[in-house]
């Protein structure tokens, strides 16, 4: 089993940035998808990044050139850098995790298995 665990959320005033970190624990796939996804109140959950093993990155069109995801192996964390922040970010924010051994494409529709708690991102105006 793979736990997943985020930090870094909290509140900022549109136009700045927060860096969100996700650390993985227990079993640790060699070839995965992952990615960041977030609920706002009163929507669906959405994926918004994704990055596989190789490095190769996938972003939901609301957040191309504002976020980035990124990933340090050595010590099984994955990142999203969030810039340019505007009130429709605010949302719970969750990472997560699948297996990818057929090494389909990784992208934010990628149907994951291990997910993180989640954590609260909040942009005032």
């Known amino acids: 089993v793979q736990q997943l665990v985020e930090s870094g959320g909290g509140s900022v005033q549109a136009g700045g940035s927060l860096r969100l970190s996700c650390k993985a624990s227990g079993y640790t796939y060699s070839v995965y998808c992952m990615g960041w996804f977030r609920q706002g109140p009163g929507k669906e959950r959405e994926g918004i990044a994704a990055?596989?093993?190789?490095?190769?990155?996938s972003y939901a069109d609301n957040v191309k050139g504002r976020f980035t995801i990124s990933q340090d192996n050595a010590n099984n964390t994955l990142y999203l850098q969030m810039n340019s922040l505007n009130p429709e970010d605010t949302a719970m924010y969750y990472c997560?995790?699948?297996?990818?051994?057929?090494?389909?494409?990784?992208?934010?529709?990628?149907?994951?298995?291990?997910w993180g708690q989640g954590i609260q991102v909040t942009v005032s105006s």
């Open positions: 997560a995790s699948a297996p990818n051994f057929l090494r389909r494409l990784c992208t934010p529709s990628y149907e994951m298995r291990h």
């Open positions: 990055i596989d093993s190789d490095g190769s990155t």
